[in-house]
């Protein structure tokens, strides 16, 4: 397995709480068997949607374990290794490499907003001295951003260095890097964690994503990047109209990542209390949000409706979408991609 290709879509996993706030392991294990049986494929543990600056670097290295073990190389994992320093990254490179997962994902630097020179040196070092194949990860809304000279010059210096996965949600900044690199990497692997722009990205070059919709419709996921692969474009684009709808819902309407934890709940998993406390205001706008995730959630047939039934759910605008993904096909038609 660690010879093949990073591709498709690798779920960010949530981490169950216990009652006393610990990990939920039996739950976990749960949770991956069926997010496996749902077709995923493959799983991205300790990923901001797994909150994992919440836990210990002891938790997180007990969590890819736990994964690993009862994943049982059924699908590949690629395990969040970002630490507080290099020395720390590259010690958690090492015990994910002895998991037999198949790559680590390391953020950049974040709290202190670094330029790229300083970016570039922090990952060289990492890709100079790792064990395990390593996914930069560019999330520009948490942490120090990595540029496209940045991106190409690294895939360019370090074997070890595979793929990105951007969540910027920028369509052209993914076309650039694929761009910058793929002449020389052409096995280098571009996921991407905006859920809003998957099927766009998709078209634009992308092999996948890590998509925090795929722990709770694991189905829609699927199938929306197997529609886009194989050019059935105006059934993706109903897929992706409703994806929109529902991740929309679920990171604007409350604390990231509380949406999608009240979602899992309601696919019949107990995902227990979050660590990051709550206001009682903000207790009872989840309590809220959680009817309106129901509704849209059975309105696909993956729970009942609540006690007292849903309203007529507005639909969203599909024509930004629609615009969004013409004008990714036009261009990448006269670039000669598509």
């Known amino acids: 397995m660690s010879n093949e290709r990073l591709q498709g879509i690798f779920t960010p996993n949530l981490v169950p709480y216990d009652d006393n706030g610990g990990i939920n392991e039996s739950e976990l294990r749960r949770y991956i068997d069926w997010l496996i049986a749902k077709g995923v494929h493959g799983l991205y543990p300790n990923g901001s949607t797994g909150e994992f600056t919440r836990f210990t670097s002891e938790e997180r290295r007990r969590i890819v374990a736990i994964i690993a073990d009862q994943t049982a190389a059924r699908v590949p994992i690629l395990a969040g290794a970002a630490e507080a ?18 790559a680590v994902a390391i953020v950049a630097p974040f709290y202190y ?40 010059r690294l895939s360019e210096e370090c074997e070890r260095i595979v793929a990105i996965k951007d969540s910027s949600g920028d369509i052209p900044h993914m076309i650039r890097m694929i761009q910058a690199v793929r002449p020389n990497r052409p096995e280098f692997t571009f996921l991407t964690g905006w859920d809003a722009a998957l099927m766009p990205m998709l078209i634009s070059g992308c092999d996948g994503g890590t998509n925090a919709t795929s722990g709770v419709v694991p189905e829609l996921t699927r199938k929306l990047f197997d529609l886009t692969k ?32 009240a979602a899992v709940n309601l696919r019949g998993f107990n995902m227990g209390r979050s660590r990051q406390p709550m206001s009682s205001n903000q207790q009872a706008d989840l309590e809220m949000l959680s009817k309106t995730l129901q509704c849209m959630l059975a309105a696909h047939s993956f729970t009942d409706e609540p006690i007292g039934g849903c309203p007529i759910l507005e639909g969203i605008d599909t024509g930004q979408v629609n615009d969004i993904v013409k004008s990714v096909v036009a261009e990448l038609r006269q670039r000669g991609i598509l």
């Open 85 to 102: 320093n290099v020395k720390e990254t590259l010690a958690a490179c090492e015990y994910y490499a002895g998991l037999g997962v198949r």
């Open 113 to 152: 907003k670094l330029g790229p020179e300083s970016i570039y040196a922090y990952f060289k070092e990492i890709g100079n001295n790792t064990p395990i194949d390593v996914t930069l990860y560019n999330i520009p809304m948490f942490a120090s951003p990595i540029d496209v000279p940045t991106v190409q």
């Open 230 to 261: 194989a050019m059935q474009l105006d059934e993706a684009r109903q897929v992706q109209y409703d994806l929109v709808t529902l991740f929309d819902t679920m990171i604007y309407s409350t604390e990231f990542p509380e949406g999608f934890r």
